[in-house]
């Protein structure tokens, strides 16, 4: 019988998500494609850093350590790079000792094709285009802010060390139907209609399958033990905060902690919990996280809100 992804915890990563890839992406951006493919051929022994991605996909794979008659986890390396400028990419693998053995490499074209293939939960990626094309096609996807140069990145988490994922609210987990209200209405006519909605479970957003099934692997596990803690941290507050409540409930999962910010900045409060991974909708969000911990943009489906000038300058909601 053929090997199965169905069942587990599939996360598509790409190569500048899991590495520090800045001097090779600009020798590729400024130069060429031949000057990358020269350099990385010339480098092919030399170890890469770990990029904003690695602590995440280093403790998922640890899972597997804790139940391997299961291997609940399968991370499966999605890159643009081609099989004679990869070498560099599994040597770095082998030597971080990551239990990685599946690899795309598409020499330049496009990854969302792959993605359902491989029954892919969670995308991570540097490319904006690869990355709208998974939420196009319902996936859980999440634009890497490479920016994120923190020394935390460079310790290599042990296999008791805890996995901390924080999600944004509206747009992210739920769908962005209230957030447009807000966007086109106005705070009042948002906390009405969240105050006449209260008793109605918010409609899933493009995180929530992913919520459900991470919520899942934690049930793997005892409460006292289980390796993976999650956050929701969301710019709501009172009187907005019922329908969530209820809709966390409603949907079965777990959320280990919520924070109703009220339009305070966020990224002191992800600092505090240790995320290894934020996901938000709007960039100002995103890039303020980064300063302190691994974030990830979460794009609009196409046709759905778009982020404006004044949302970015705005950001008091999320």
Request: with cysteine; net charge negative; proline share 4%.
């Amino acid at each position: 019988m053929a090997y199965q992804l169905n069942k587990k915890m599939v996360i598509g990563v790409s190569s500048r998500t899991l590495f520090d890839l800045t001097v090779e992406n600009e020798i590729f951006e400024t130069k060429g494609l031949e000057a990358y493919r020269r350099y990385q051929t010339e480098h092919e022994n030399d170890i890469l850093k770990p990029g904003p991605g690695f602590q995440l996909i280093k403790g998922l794979l640890q899972l597997n350590e804790r139940k391997p008659e299961q291997d609940l986890v399968e991370v499966i390396i999605m890159s643009h790079n081609s099989p004679n400028t990869a070498l560099r990419i599994f040597n770095t693998v082998s030597h971080y000792g990551l239990a990685v053995s599946r690899f795309v490499l598409v020499s330049g074209a496009s990854l969302a094709p792959y993605l359902t293939a491989f029954h892919t939960d969670l995308f991570l990626s540097a490319c904006e285009k690869d990355v709208q094309c998974a939420v196009d096609n319902g996936i859980a996807a999440g634009i890497i802010c490479t920016e994120y140069k923190n020394d935390q990145v460079c310790r290599i988490p042990t296999a008791t060390a805890q996995i901390r994922i924080a999600f944004d609210g509206d747009a992210v987990l739920f769908a962005e139907e209230s957030e447009r209200i807000y966007r086109e209405k106005g705070l009042t006519a948002f906390e009405e209609n969240e105050r006449v909605h209260a008793m109605e479970p918010l409609p899933e957003g493009p995180f929530a399958k992913f919520l459900k099934k991470l919520s899942d692997l934690q049930q793997e596990f005892s409460y006292e033990d289980c390796p993976i803690r999650t956050a929701l941290v969301t710019a709501r507050s009172a009187p907005a905060h019922e329908r969530v409540l209820r809709t966390i409930k409603a949907w079965d999962v777990r959320v280990d902690e919520v924070f109703f910010l009220g339009g305070l900045e966020k990224k002191e409060i992800l600092k505090a919990f240790g995320a290894q991974i934020f996901f938000d909708d709007q960039t100002v969000h995103t890039a303020g996280a980064a300063e302190f911990v691994p974030a990830a943009r979460v794009p609009y489906r196409r046709g759905d809100l778009k982020e404006t000038d004044s949302d970015i300058k705005a950001a008091v909601f999320g």
